[in-house]
């Protein structure tokens, strides 16, 4: 299959626009990677409004406050997962509306990913239901074909897959991956009630090996799984103490499906998804932080909050994996109404500064096959 390769305008232009967003601001303060989990209790528990001035003024010093990253989500491949997570009714383990299905043919994902780019989303995540990759070769042949060809519609290109090996990151990353996702779900000592399947050292191995591959991090929580304050701030007090915060850190908020074993607990406050998002903008500044599952509760004056206090991307589209979505119309619509506009692939900080390299390398030889052409 031939792709369309990546006009090498375009890239020098990610890379200007890229370099010139982070040079024209002021140098930030480097971030910290010793915070302690007092000093994270104790922003958390300050008063909202002061909490909200405070994330607000931080996320100005590190983020253009009128973009926001818009990610579409596909589920690649659907239920039939050997793991016990008590809020995904993906787990073969529970009776859910979710039914599995095989892994997705190469072109209807391409399909749907020149749909979310022609909408306007710059990045495009594919998830699948599984523990691992073990004896999946076939299987992740094609995955990497998929990365290799979303990577050549010009987009970013984020995964999650289930726990990975440092070959297999490798891999992925020589495909083109951009970032991977990996959330721990919640702090180390509440995990345990929420699944037992896989430790919380193994999810902190997967991270590692995408890290140590070159390939952003995307790693955050569930909010709502039952957990307490102390298990919130515990959450951001780990990824706050990896040796690099994770480019992005997705908040949600629990969506109970039918059939699962929290299918009953109650919605969490929105004061506690916006005091969460809050923290976690002080705490990692220059992190994006992503509104995730659960946004569609939220009334438009509540995103603009969030937005605010700093959460710049949203999932946006048709469906999350397993959970509705806000569409693109919608979003873009709100958006507009807030002065607010789509941030461009390969324009957060942390992003270019991992992929500089690559684009400069493909414009490059783009330049080159436009001369021989000429």
Same mark, same amino acid.
């Given at each position: 299959?031939?792709?369309?390769?990546?006009?090498?305008?375009?890239?020098?232009?990610?890379?200007?626009?890229?370099?010139?967003?982070?040079?024209?601001?002021?140098?930030?303060?480097?971030?910290?990677?010793?915070?302690?989990?007092?000093?994270?209790?104790?922003?958390?528990?300050?008063?909202?409004?002061?909490?909200?001035?405070?994330?607000?003024?931080?996320?100005?010093?590190?983020?253009?406050?009128?973009?926001?990253?818009?990610?579409?989500?596909?589920?690649?491949?659907?239920?039939?997962?050997?793991?016990?997570?008590?809020?995904?009714?993906?787990?073969?383990?529970?009776?859910?509306?979710?039914?599995?299905?095989?892994?997705?043919?190469?072109?209807?994902?391409?399909?749907?990913?020149?749909?979310?780019?022609?909408?306007?989303?710059?990045?495009?995540?594919?998830?699948?239901?599984?523990?691992?990759?073990?004896?999946?070769?076939?299987?992740?042949?094609?995955?990497?074909?998929?990365?290799?060809?979303?990577?050549?519609?010009?987009? *970013?290109?984020?995964?999650?897959?289930?726990? !990975?090996?440092?070959?297999? /990151?490798?891999?992925?990353? +020589?495909?083109? &991956? $951009?970032?991977?996702?990996?959330?721990?779900?919640?702090?180390?000592?509440?995990?345990?009630?929420?699944?037992?399947?896989?430790?919380?050292?193994?999810?902190?191995?997967?991270?590692?090996?995408?890290?140590?591959?070159?390939?952003?991090?995307?790693?955050?929580?569930?909010?709502?799984?039952?957990?307490?304050?102390?298990?919130?701030?515990?959450?951001?007090?780990?990824?706050?103490?990896?040796?690099?915060?994770?480019?992005?850190?997705?908040?949600?908020?629990?969506?109970?499906?039918?059939?699962?074993?929290?299918?009953?607990?109650?919605?969490?406050?929105?004061?506690?998804?916006?005091?969460?998002?809050?923290?976690?903008?002080?705490?990692?500044?220059?992190?994006?932080?992503?509104?995730?599952?659960?946004?569609?509760?939220?009334? *438009?004056?509540?995103?603009?909050?969030?937005? !605010?206090?700093?959460?710049? /991307?949203?999932?946006?589209? +048709?469906?999350? &994996? $397993?959970?509705?979505?806000?569409?693109?119309?919608?979003?873009?619509?709100?958006?507009?109404?807030?002065?607010?506009?789509?941030?461009?692939?390969?324009?957060?900080?942390?992003?270019?500064?991992?992929?500089?390299?690559?684009?400069?390398?493909?414009?490059?030889?783009?330049?080159?096959?436009?001369?021989?052409?000429?």
């Amino acid at each position: 299959m031939l792709r369309p390769r990546p006009s090498p305008t375009r890239l020098s232009t990610h890379l200007r626009r890229a370099l010139a967003t982070h040079a024209a601001r002021p140098t930030p303060p480097p971030t910290r990677h010793t915070w302690t989990k007092q000093e994270i209790q104790k922003i958390y528990d300050s008063p909202l409004l002061e909490l909200v001035f405070r994330a607000a003024s931080v996320h100005r010093q590190y983020h253009d406050p009128s973009k926001i990253q818009l990610c579409t989500l596909m589920n690649i491949k659907t239920g039939g997962c050997s793991e016990d997570c008590s809020y995904c009714s993906q787990s073969s383990r529970y009776s859910t509306p979710t039914k599995a299905s095989r892994l997705v043919d190469v072109e209807p994902v391409l399909e749907a990913a020149r749909k979310a780019k022609a909408n306007g989303s710059t990045r495009f995540c594919m998830g699948a239901a599984w523990r691992d990759l073990a004896g999946r070769k076939r299987g992740f042949e094609r995955i990497l074909t998929m990365v290799r060809e979303i990577r050549g519609m010009g987009m *970013e290109v984020c995964t999650t897959l289930g726990m !990975l090996t440092p070959e297999q /990151a490798r891999q992925l990353k +020589e495909a083109g &991956l $951009t970032a991977y996702n990996h959330n721990l779900d919640t702090s180390r000592e509440y995990y345990p009630e929420v699944i037992t399947t896989r430790s919380y050292d193994e999810r902190l191995d997967t991270i590692s090996a995408v890290r140590e591959a070159g390939i952003s991090v995307c790693s955050g929580g569930i909010l709502g799984l039952g957990e307490t304050d102390k298990d919130r701030v515990g959450l951001i007090w780990e990824v706050s103490n990896m040796p690099e915060h994770p480019e992005s850190f997705p908040v949600n908020a629990l969506v109970p499906i039918a059939g699962t074993p929290l299918e009953n607990n109650e919605p969490v406050p929105y004061q506690t998804i916006l005091r969460t998002i809050s923290t976690a903008r002080v705490v990692l500044p220059g992190t994006i932080i992503r509104l995730a599952a659960g946004r569609q509760t939220l009334d *438009e004056t509540q995103q603009a909050m969030c937005f !605010l206090a700093g959460a710049n /991307a949203v999932f946006t589209g +048709e469906q999350m &994996l $397993t959970t509705p979505c806000s569409p693109w119309d919608e979003d873009k619509g709100m958006m507009g109404r807030w002065g607010l506009e789509g941030m461009g692939s390969f324009e957060q900080a942390n992003v270019a500064r991992k992929e500089g390299r690559r684009l400069e390398s493909e414009r490059l030889v783009g330049l080159s096959e436009s001369g021989k052409e000429g």
